[in-house]
């Protein structure tokens, strides 16, 4: 069966002093090769902060440092149609999470709470849609979505949120079926400046 999974989808600098010593950080020698990839990393320029914490199938994923031009909340108020869309990134394993919560405009604007529909359950007014993607070479094909379980969201506002989740997940080709599940749980944390909003609520 195919289908179109939707997505809404994506340091400091290190200097020598002018010898060819190797640079050293901390007393400790850093290579050309991660100082190189040091200059290519994004500025922290505090626009978002938080973290996530992710097991999937017992492998941890955990943000170092969220990525401030990527973490955002995005409203789009459309009736009973609407959704926020949250997005976590990490600067240098380029791991994400993207949080969709879909309902009524009242529902999105304070979905706070205990949180068991998901994308693809038939009939739900509220539905929430967890997905992790791994900063892999794979890109969205190695992701995992929530299929089952339970998201709960203690905080929520706008430019803020505080969950957890513990459930079954499952690759794109996979989700549909809800064959080949995975144990996924995880936690999140963000504040942000980066906030957008489509449509007017209310009207």
Known sequence: MKFILPLFLFASIL????NSETPKVNGSEVSEEEN??????????????GFFKVTVDGKDYNSEQLQDNYCDMSFNFAGEKSFVAIRFKDVKSKDALIFNIYGPEDFIADPAGTLNAFMFTPGAKQKIN???LPGDSMGSMSS????EGEVNISQFSEGQIKATFNG???????????????????EIELKTTN???IGNKGD
């Open 15 to 18: 200097v020598s002093c002018g």
């Open 168 to 186: 079954k997940g499952a690759k794109p080709t996979d989700v549909v079926t809800k064959k080949n599940l995975v144990p996924i749980e995880g």
């Open 144 to 147: 995992i979505t929530m299929i």
């Open 195 to 197: 906030i957008t909003k």
């Open 36 to 49: 190189s990839e040091n200059r290519t990393l994004p500025k922290n320029d505090d626009r978002v902060s």
């Open 130 to 132: 967890v997905q992790f």
